[in-house]
């Protein structure tokens, strides 16, 4: 099948070049507006002089598909206008007015939320800034569409200061959100009586749905899970339940998308099926499925999961009206292209919208393939295969992601997959049943104690498969080049398969051996490599000396280190630590290195030493500065944040090089 001959597939690719084109390069908005007019006026002429069968029409239309990506792109990011709160809330005693837009999972600091900036002191402005609420000061918890006012100081979000953390700063820059504010017990007050949006009505609903829920008899585990399979609320499932459905290859039951929608629709389908005899039954059934799919999306949240899942499905339930063999490639083509260019191209950037795409795309292309290959006469052995056939085309096409963003692959996904998503049309039914019921105040008790038993079952059966230690592979690396091979190399793979010839298996081959170089490469190069540096981490000390693939941990507290040992060990491919205690005293090629702690002793060397301050130690610095003449001074987390900024402006004072690693990151040693 060529699939580029399909233009709403085409029209996506071009459209999804643009986005990149808008991301990757900074073009002025005007310019790329003025394009995209004279482009539109070119095909519109084009069209008029009814050429739009020739090469000059497609040309013309395709270069007006990828400026539209990047207008829309550019269109979306807020922070570039003139009128963007950062622009005008300059000082500490600005008053801004925000509206709650989402409620986000909380920390064990923290209650987060996202909110939109209506006005800084009364100037109209435009974009969203994420709220932070110590928990100590959150009485209660903020709903969306609340508005309040808050005078406090805006603050840039802040890009990892360690090598290979989770980049927060581009995760919230991808939905749009570039600063942060702080919310205190006195710093702000609640709006009475705020305008209403469909995103507050569907919280509120929510919220009265779990409410009554709590009031039945269900485990607090089994609850949280029944949230998060029928309301697409997660924030309630323990750490451990979490995890468990990540190792067996399963989390993906947890997070309402395409799965849950694509049953819905078959359940609906079902049910209306008895529409079909009446007059206009099929319009009429058309209607109530598109009307109850984003009904249920409503309800649960409208995340952008729910809402990429209900496009896509809608145009499925459109095919399905017209009841003629459909091109599956042009439905999953023609709703990622309406949600790019609808709801908010910065999807393409979300890890979610990535895997669910990659695993539909894998589902509709490798699926036929392995029913064609083998299809049993059984009926059960059937239905089987047809499970496991699925599982594995998903699997096979969100594979390089999830490597590539967790380094982790569960072995037993197949498993987890056969034993849950046949019975998930019954979870699912049976929970909105129980809702409904719920609400009337009518649902029997021992319907509530079998679905309770019911999903009692399912954790017990997910939590048995994410024991099996020995099944599930950590601590993979895995980097952007592995990721595009792997890619090439499973599309080779399924190309192959569909029809095996020479010129198709030696691509095949070829790509293979590719991967396999590049990644001897990667280690032969990891294991040559040398560096000592300086992490940053709050209340403790923590120095990384690394001799190719052997790590050495200089820390107090081995416990709190651990996570940035993980981390930065998988993506150097480390694959021997150890830890030791931080001394006061090293040499690093021929320049000494020294560690000042809360006892404050040290040692006067010669001006080319290199000292780090840790544990806050009460010293005077100017005093220390003539005695000892250091070549720099470096300040890890261990210190209070109060001492920084005087020895930051002592340093500054004798001109000494300072770096605090909270502000300017880790400190790399040069000793070459």
């Known amino acids: 099948m060529k699939l580029l001959a399909f233009v709403p597939i085409k029209g996506t690719l071009l459209l999804t070049l643009g986005i990149l084109l808008g991301y990757f390069f900074k073009i002025p908005i005007g310019l790329c507006l003025g394009l995209l007019l004279a482009s539109l006026a070119t095909l519109g002429y084009v069209f008029i002089r009814k050429d739009y069968k020739s090469q000059k029409f497609d040309s013309t239309a395709g270069a007006t598909v990828i400026i539209l990506g990047i207008f829309t792109y550019l269109q979306n990011q807020p922070i570039q206008y003139d009128h963007h709160f950062s622009k005008i809330a300059k000082s500490e005693s600005a008053l801004i007015r925000i509206k709650i837009r989402d409620v986000l999972k909380p920390n064990a600091f923290s209650q987060n939320y996202l909110a939109s900036v209506l006005t800084v002191d009364d100037k109209k402005t435009v974009g969203k800034i994420l709220v932070n609420q110590p928990r100590d000061s959150a009485s209660n918890t903020l709903m ?63 919220t009265n749905i779990i409410e009554t829920l709590e009031q039945k008899e269900f485990g607090a585990e089994q609850l949280s899970i029944i949230q998060a399979l029928l309301l697409g609320e997660r924030t309630n499932i323990s750490e451990e339940t979490y995890s468990n459905y990540i190792d067996a290859g399963a989390v993906h039951i947890l997070a309402v998308s395409g799965l849950h929608i694509g049953i819905l629709l078959l359940l609906i389908q079902f049910l209306l099926k008895p529409l079909h005899r009446i007059p206009f039954g099929k319009k009429i059934g058309l209607f109530l499925t598109v ?26 339930a459109y095919a399905m009206y017209l009841n003629r063999p459909s091109n599956s490639f042009n439905i999953l083509a023609l709703s990622m292209f309406f949600i790019l260019l609808v709801i908010n191209p910065n999807l393409l950037f979300q890890v979610g919208f990535q895997m669910s795409y990659a695993a539909v795309f894998a589902i509709v292309w490798i699926y036929p393939l392995l029913q064609r290959w083998w299809y049993p006469k059984n009926k059960v052995l059937r239905y089987v295969w047809q499970l496991l056939s699925v599982s594995i085309a998903a699997q096979l096409g969100v594979l390089p992601i999830s490597l590539f963003y967790f380094h982790q692959f569960p072995g037993l996904f197949f498993i987890s997959n056969l034993l849950i998503v046949p019975f998930l049309g019954l979870i699912l039914g049976m929970g909105i049943g129980i809702i409904l019921l719920s609400l009337l105040d009518i649902a029997p008790t021992p319907l509530i104690s079998l679905y309770n038993k019911i999903i009692g079952f399912m954790n017990q059966i997910i939590g048995w498969i994410a024991r099996q230690e020995a099944f599930v592979f950590k601590s993979i690396s895995f980097d952007d080049v592995q990721l595009l091979l792997g890619y090439l190399l499973i599309g080779s793979l399924i190309y192959g398969f569909s029809k095996t010839n020479f010129k198709r298996v030696m691509l095949f081959l070829g790509l293979l051996l590719m991967f396999q170089l590049y990644t001897v490469y990667q280690e032969f190069e990891s294991r040559g490599k040398k560096e000592t540096i300086i992490l940053h981490q709050i209340k403790n000390s923590v120095v990384f000396d690394r001799n190719g693939n052997k790590l050495d941990v200089l820390t107090p507290d081995t416990t709190s280190a651990k996570s940035w040992v993980d981390s930065y060990g998988v993506q150097e491919r480390i694959e021997q630590t150890k830890y030791l205690l931080l001394k006061n005293s090293y040499m690093l090629k021929g320049r000494t290195f020294q560690v000042v702690d809360s006892s404050g002793i040290y040692m006067p060397k010669d001006s080319q030493t290199i000292f780090l301050i840790v544990e806050s130690p009460k010293i005077n610095l100017e005093r220390f500065i003539l005695e000892t003449k250091p070549h720099e001074i470096i ?24 770096h605090y690693t909270g502000e300017m990151g880790y400190y790399a040693f040069d000793i070459e």
Request: charged share 15%; aromatic share 16%; proline share 7%.
């Open 144 to 206: 969306v569409d609340q508005e309040l006012f808050v005078q406090t100081r805006v603050s840039e979000i802040k890009p990892p200061v360690n090598p290979h953390q989770f980049d927060f700063k581009g995760y919230m820059g991808h939905l749009g959100v570039h600063h942060s504010m702080k919310l205190s017990g006195d710093n702000f007050i609640s709006l009475p009586n705020p305008s209403r949006t469909f995103l507050g009505y569907a919280q509120q609903i929510r």
């Open 635 to 658: 300040a890890d987390g261990s210190n209070f944040p109060s001492f920084i900024e005087s020895w930051k402006a002592t340093c500054e004072k004798y001109d000494i090089p300072f």
């Open 291 to 316: 009307f109850l799919l984003w009904a249920f999306a409503f309800i649960a949240g409208l995340s952008p999961s729910i809402i990429r899942a209900c496009a896509m499905f809608t145009f499925v």
